[in-house]
């Protein structure tokens, strides 16, 4: 089959593909909960004829095709939701209140189908084994399959992730750091209650918390070098119980982003330091935690010019964009890539009109990505075999 007949076949999953996909949008299901969509990925991928294991990494499946003496090459794809109301108000909207396909995963999910319906028929030296990944919204997935042995064989591996910021019909491609390192941050802020109409014979810890939210926000322009952007933002805050007491206790809830992956690693001591001194000064006590979730998603140069060498071939020099800086998203696709050699590249959405933000609820995707992602991964399935 010449390239040609290779495309206009892609072409022809286009409908197919398209329903699948509106389907598993409407019938969302949240991290570690995608039950009926690894039923709906597994039937589908066992009618093809592939080489299907369900239940790797509690929920994921995986399929294998061709060849496995010579090892494998791998495609990642994820099929989680977001706990988010949607608000498109197309006519295969989300189900399930409360649960959005807000970050693209449903297409994620097609493409990896569209690639094993063309594989299959494929006669390449090695085989090609797609795993359909659940829980990256939470970044533990990935850890899951690994530790059920889902990288064993595999020489590389694929990823793709859609991206709102470019036009349907192009790729983006960035060399080394493509995404930002995750952690968590949880701070216990401690005062000492007493009448809010005397504060100064407490110690509030509400003021406290409000000074370390803005504090550490200052820090990080005054004592980090700003060609490392960190990002921290607090999403969550409990403390207070009547509005007339000094609250005791504030906690805090928050993620670290950064792209220096040094840096991530010591901005536990520097974070519990630069706290705990702002809580001092306020004559509270600070107990700080800091948990590193996922490293950066780092580019294997081989691969990521397999991937730039496929999509110009099959888009054209003028809808391959090099990516100048890295997300300061997480994305545990990094997780394969501690284990093997890997890329990931990011697929254009946006149409004529544009395309909301990932983890929006009016987050509406060009469905025609779909066939763009499968035509660029097949070019590189069958570079890698060369």
């Not at 997480?330 to 959405?349: I, K, Q, T, W």
């Amino acid at each position: 089959m010449d390239r040609d007949q290779l495309l206009k076949r892609i072409d022809s999953l286009n409908n197919e593909l398209i329903n699948i996909r509106r389907h598993i949008h409407a019938h969302p299901e949240l991290s570690g909960l995608e039950n009926q969509t690894a039923i709906l990925i597994s039937g589908f991928l066992k009618n093809i004829g592939g080489r299907v294991k369900e239940s790797v990494g509690r929920t994921g499946v995986v399929a294998d095709f061709g060849p496995e003496d010579k090892g494998l090459i791998g495609l990642r794809v994820d099929m989680d939701a977001l706990p988010i109301y949607e608000n498109t108000n197309l006519s295969f909207s989300s189900k399930i209140d409360g649960v959005m396909h807000a970050c693209g995963h449903d297409l994620h999910t097609c493409i990896g189908l569209g690639v094993a319906k063309i594989i299959k028929d494929l006669n390449l030296q090695y085989g090609t084994r797609i795993i359909f990944q659940p829980a990256e919204e939470i970044a533990s997935g990935a850890r899951w399959m690994i530790d059920d042995g889902v990288t064993n064989g595999l020489k590389q591996i694929l990823g793709v992730h859609v991206f709102p910021d470019l036009l349907v019909g192009t790729i983006g491609l960035k060399e080394g750091s493509l995404t930002a390192a995750a952690g968590e941050l949880s701070v216990e802020i401690l005062g000492k209650s007493g009448h809010g109409a005397r504060p100064h014979e407490g110690v509030d810890a509400i003021w406290a918390a409000s000074k370390v939210i803005s504090g550490i926000q200052e820090a990080i322009t005054r004592k980090l070098d700003p060609l490392d952007p960190v990002v921290i933002t607090f999403g969550k805050i409990n403390g207070g119980n009547a509005y007339n007491i000094l609250s005791d206790k504030v906690n805090l809830t928050g993620t670290i982003r950064c792209t220096n992956l040094q840096l991530f690693r010591n901005m536990g001591n520097w974070l519990n330091f630069n706290i705990s001194s702002i809580a001092s000064s306020c004559g509270a006590e600070a107990k700080v935690k800091f948990r590193e979730i996922v490293p950066p998603v780092n580019n294997d140069f081989e691969i990521n010019k397999v991937l730039r060498d496929s999509a110009i071939g099959i888009l054209g020099h003028q809808n391959v964009i090099e990516l100048q800086n890295p997300s300061l998203g997480a994305e545990d696709f990094a997780e394969f890539l501690n284990e093997v050699p890997g890329a990931m590249f990011r697929l254009g959405v946006a149409g004529k009109k544009g395309c909301a933000p990932l983890h929006s609820s009016e987050f509406d995707p060009d469905e025609k990505a779909i066939s763009v992602g499968i035509k660029v991964i097949i070019e590189s399935i069958l570079k890698l075999n060369n």
